[in-house]
């Protein structure tokens, strides 16, 4: 019975054929096919697989402290975007104002051209 359970996901279905393409992409390689085939979107099935065992995240009790990290870091999202953007327009009002300062010394040919 818990066999059939077992099939009822789609997620069980995910894996076989992850799986088979695991298989057929060692059988490819070993018969010098492998430049004749890509196998790059079998191996994004195996990204969602890994992606798919993430869950274990949250039902581990054992990462608490990491669980509770995470939710924090999802509860401040906003302010972490606009904090992000408050410092990118300092950043760039800072490269301005040096840029400004440096202009006349860059320019000046009496100075050394090694130090400009």
């Not at 009790?61 to 999202?77: D, F, R």
């Not at 006349?104 to 130090?115: G, K, Q, T, W």
Request: a positive charge.
């Amino acid at each position: 019975l818990s066999g059939w359970r077992f099939w009822r996901s789609w997620f069980s279905y995910l894996d076989l054929v992850v799986g088979i393409s695991c298989v057929l992409e060692l059988i490819f390689i070993m018969f010098e096919g492998f430049d004749k085939f890509d196998f790059v979107m079998l191996r994004m099935l195996r990204l969602i697989k890994i992606v798919k065992s993430m869950r274990m995240f949250n039902l581990t009790s054992i990462l608490g402290h990491l669980h509770l990290l995470i939710k924090c870091l999802e509860a401040c999202v906003g302010m972490l975007f606009w904090s992000f953007l408050l410092m990118t327009f300092v950043q760039c009002v800072a490269g301005i104002v040096v840029s400004e300062l440096c202009y006349s010394f860059l320019r000046d040919s009496n100075n050394d051209p090694a130090a400009r």
